[in-house]
């Protein structure tokens, strides 16, 4: 979970698709930002001054998301990672 620097947006991992993004000032859910999930949750943070966020994943992967329309900027790749326990399609 992260809370923007002026405390108007949060951005949670939902356990089960992905993230949401709330509007605290009136409680209302903006919408998600779907990817791979298995019930996990995975960090989150904001960047470049709440204009992105940047979501960890289970898949190897981090993405960087544009936070008002929600597209997917660019993903980072890494390795070392190994989930044993639950298979899960990753795109």
């Known amino acids: 979970m992260s809370v923007s620097q002026n405390g108007n947006v949060i951005v ?15 409680s209302s859910l903006d919408g998600p930002v779907m990817q791979p999930s298995d019930g996990s949750r995975v ?25 008002k329309d929600r597209t997917l900027l660019t993903t980072l790749h890494h390795d070392g990672i190994q989930n044993s326990t639950n298979e899960v399609t990753c795109a």
Not at 12 to 26: E, P, W
């Open 43 to 67: 960090p989150v943070t904001f960047i470049h001054n709440w204009y992105a966020f940047l979501g960890g994943s289970i898949c190897e992967q981090a993405h960087i998301w544009d936070t």
């Open 12 to 26: 949670v991992s939902n356990l089960k698709d992905g993230f949401d993004i709330y509007h605290l000032d009136n």
